[in-house]
């Protein structure tokens, strides 16, 4: 293993290990704050050491969105009780998951927003032998999944699961992603602020059937860095907060400081309007941000240190280069650049390992074990 940043061969995802802790503190803190569980979404590191510090510093446990990948932690030893923040409907995948969960004692809960998904956690539960809390999917404006605020089968759905022998109805669950979308802090914190009034108006609909609502967890990055309010909310779930990326800046809920991925990529041609850098699409993914919202180009290039000014523009991807526009500085062929992505959780993903550096040295190199795990 290479012992300084010079040293290493590129493209390489480095991670700095001073800023990830910091990362991970400020969520804890603002779960604290709140009086809030912080399950951490384990979708953008996929990585056994990060979701170890997350437990560390206080996190409940863990969110995970595919069954494989939820499978990695368990399989790991991770015994905190995990949320699968998915919609699974295939009775297979589910076998498996419970099948580990199981062996290994770890509380799986489930999220469900259909008929099909509730039949597919009954009969898994049943043959596993386990009870299984299931979280109701609700669409608080991203309109991916969940149902809607007055759905007309939200009561049915919940008296089926509470019907089911081995089914228990562990509360609603959303995912404010359409923040994304937003301008600044000002505009998420509103959305953030929705999204609480709409979940505790559909509490207050369950309830008024004699039905307890045990838990409402909501998590997005944004949203939980710039809501002010989580009023009835029990847990939260973000997953980029630990990396962060230029669309975390973009938003205003980061600075470039903050951000504690980046990719090690070295100038090997230039033209008259581009430097050319090894990392192209396989590495920096062709992501615009979450839930595509629309960056002007692939990432931010630095050339020394990231301190936030001079930062070069990744204009256009092709498999193994980026086109980096050339700036006021001249660079010679072999200097390095480092590049914040657009979106860290497809770079982690794509990525075999992270090198996590501190001050300058390279100190570990952690494999991002649930890599490509989409089933
Ligand atoms: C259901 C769900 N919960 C939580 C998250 C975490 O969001 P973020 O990556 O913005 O923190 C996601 C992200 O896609 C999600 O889909």
Not at 162 to 168: E, F, K
Request: hydrophobic letters at 45%; aromatic letters at 4%; charged letters at 20%.
């Amino acid at each position: 293993m290479s012992s300084t940043i010079e040293e290493l061969e590129t493209p390489e995802v480095l991670v700095d290990r001073e800023q990830l802790l910091a990362n991970i503190a400020r969520a804890q803190k603002i779960a604290e704050a709140h009086g809030l569980r912080l399950r951490p979404h384990v979708k953008t590191h996929k990585c056994v050491e990060i979701a170890q510090l997350q437990l560390a510093n206080g996190a409940s446990g863990l969110t995970a969105s595919k069954v494989d990948e939820a499978l990695v932690f368990i399989d790991a030893g991770i015994t905190q009780s995990l949320t699968l923040a998915y919609p699974v409907v295939d009775r297979r995948k589910l076998d498996r998951l419970f099948g580990s969960a199981a062996r290994k004692s770890v509380d799986v809960r489930l999220t469900v927003d259909s008929s099909a998904g509730i039949d597919a956690a009954a009969a898994a539960a049943k043959s596993a032998g386990l009870p299984v809390s299931v979280f109701v999917k609700i669409d608080v404006g991203l309109h991916r999944c969940g149902l809607a605020e007055n759905s007309g089968d939200l009561l049915d759905l919940i008296g089926r699961i509470g019907a089911d022998a081995h089914l228990r109805f562990a509360g609603l669950l959303s995912h404010a992603g359409h923040a994304y979308a937003a301008q600044n802090p000002e505009e998420i914190a509103a959305i953030a602020a929705d999204e609480v009034c709409t979940l505790q108006r559909v509490r207050e609909r369950i309830e008024a059937a004699n039905i307890a609502v045990p838990e409402v967890s909501v998590g997005s990055t944004p949203t939980v860095l710039a809501g002010r309010s989580f009023a009835g909310v029990t847990e939260i779930r973000p997953g980029n907060y630990v990396f962060l990326d230029a669309t975390a800046v973009r938003l205003g809920i980061a600075r470039t400081e903050n951000v504690a991925l980046n990719v090690l990529a070295t100038v090997i041609s230039a033209n008259a309007q581009h430097f050319i850098v090894d990392a192209g699409s396989k590495v920096l993914s062709s992501d615009l941000g979450a839930h595509g919202t629309a960056a002007p180009g692939y990432g931010l290039a630095y050339p020394v240190e990231i301190d936030g000014t001079n930062a070069l523009k990744v204009v256009r991807l092709s498999e193994e280069h980026g086109f980096v526009k050339r700036g006021e500085i001249d660079l010679p062929i072999g200097a390095k650049l480092r590049i914040i992505p657009n979106h860290s959780c497809p770079v982690a993903n794509l990525a075999e390992r992270l090198t996590i550096v501190s001050r300058g040295d390279v100190v570990d190199q952690w494999r991002v074990a649930a890599r490509a795990k989409v089933r």
